[in-house]
């Protein structure tokens, strides 16, 4: 049997990794996850992941990198997860949801993630604390410029609630 494959997204701005809580089906209600969905047969996943977003979330999204690993979900399909960065828009809860949380890297303990997620945001934190070291990605950057490549880049100067500067 092909397991059908689940794509889901590290959404990454200002900083912070994205936390979505989903609303259905009931087993899974209330615990958190890596917004995404099923792969379409013949659908590149990285083309999957940027529709599912726009379709859940109403933003656009790049995909970087491929986090390492499958996990498996309920029988026949399997979890696989990239790290993404916001392009535009503000995530909303449209489909599937019904709360949407930015974490900091040292926060994501802070919510109940479902367990077959839990390796992926591991690495997703440890990947956001290892780029924060060397890049600017303190201040938000949810307007769609990336580019934090001039001036001091003052990290904490923005609006964002939970980004740390340690470390
Ligand atoms: N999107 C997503 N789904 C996950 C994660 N972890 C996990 O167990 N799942 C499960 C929940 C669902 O049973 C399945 C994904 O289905 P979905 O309902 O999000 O997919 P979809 O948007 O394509 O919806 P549909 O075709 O069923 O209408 O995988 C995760 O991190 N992200």
Do not use: N
Request: net charge negative; hydrophobic share 30%.
């Amino acid at each position: 049997m092909t397991e059908r494959v689940v794509v889901a997204g590290a959404v990454y701005d200002g900083g912070r990794l994205l936390a979505a809580r989903r609303s259905a089906p009931a087993e899974l209600a209330g615990r958190w996850e890596l917004p995404g969905g099923k792969l379409e047969p013949g659908e590149r996943p990285e083309d999957g992941l940027v529709r599912e977003l726009r379709e859940e979330l109403g933003v656009e999204t790049e995909v970087l990198a491929r986090i390492p690993g499958s996990w498996p979900l309920k029988p026949g399909y399997v979890l696989q997860v990239w790290t993404v960065r916001l392009v535009s828009g503000e995530p909303r809860p449209l489909e599937d949801h019904d709360a949407l949380r930015w974490l900091g890297p040292d926060e994501t303990g802070a919510v109940d993630w479902l367990e077959q997620d839990r390796p992926a945001v591991a690495e997703a934190a440890r990947l956001l604390r290892e780029h924060g070291r060397t890049t600017r990605t303190g201040g938000p950057s949810r307007t769609g410029h990336a580019s934090p490549t001039d001036g001091d880049g003052h990290p904490g100067d923005g609006p964002g609630p939970s980004v740390r500067r340690d470390g």
